[in-house]
């Protein structure tokens, strides 16, 4: 997981060519950081290695699907992911969504560990069909500011 992080800092700089700009070299530079206290951790006595690996994989998780607006708190999280049960009165959406996007980190996780095998867009486009498990309609602003509904739905990817 260790090793999965520092990739992914380093691949998300090189995929998105990030340039130094205002406000993104302070993040830049704190990636940098971060990336060398975490190196001069290494190795990990194996019993913290799991407990990091637990903790990345459901604040990575939680974090992401809060964001997009579920509802499910930390502690359901955990469970979920963690014990295969539920609890709470949701909507069965959130937790396929909260399933379907930890399934999506473990094959970034095995992306990130295989360096035979670039990260492609057919690989990202692939991630994002897993990551929407089915389509539902969410709260959203039209550019003027009025109030609307979105169906949001698994994208279909045509080749030309």
Do not use: C
């Given at each position: 997981?260790v090793?999965?992080?520092?990739?992914?800092?380093?691949?998300?700089r090189k995929?998105?060519?990030?340039?130094q700009?205002k406000?993104?070299?302070?993040?830049?530079e704190?990636?940098?950081?971060?990336e060398?206290?975490l190196?001069?951790?290494l190795?990990?006595?194996?019993?913290y290695?799991?407990?990091l690996d637990?903790?990345i994989?459901?604040?990575f998780?939680y974090?992401s699907n809060?964001?997009e607006?579920?509802t499910?708190?930390?502690g359901?999280?955990?469970l979920l992911l963690?014990f295969?049960k539920?609890?709470?009165n949701?909507e069965?959406?959130?937790?396929?969504?909260?399933?379907a996007?930890?399934v999506?980190?473990?094959?970034?996780k095995?992306?990130?560990?295989?360096?035979?095998r670039p990260i492609t867009?057919a690989?990202?486009k692939s991630?994002?069909n897993?990551?929407l498990?089915?389509?539902?309609?969410?709260?959203?602003?039209?550019i003027d500011?009025?109030?609307?509904?979105?169906?949001m739905k698994?994208y279909?990817w045509?080749?030309?």
């Open positions: 997981m090793k999965l992080l520092i990739t992914m800092s380093v691949n998300f995929f998105f060519n990030l340039k700009g406000g993104m070299t302070t993040s830049i704190k990636i940098e950081i971060l060398k206290e190196t001069g951790l190795p990990m006595k194996p019993e290695r799991q407990r637990k903790k994989r459901l604040e998780n974090n809060h964001i607006g579920n499910l708190t930390y359901e999280t955990e963690i295969d539920t609890t709470g949701h069965m959406r959130e937790y396929e969504e909260m399933k996007h930890d999506a980190f473990e094959l970034v095995e992306l990130s560990q295989d360096e035979e867009e690989a990202i991630l994002y897993k990551l498990v089915r389509p539902f309609w969410k709260d959203a602003q039209t500011g009025q109030t609307t509904r979105k169906l698994r279909r045509y080749q030309k």
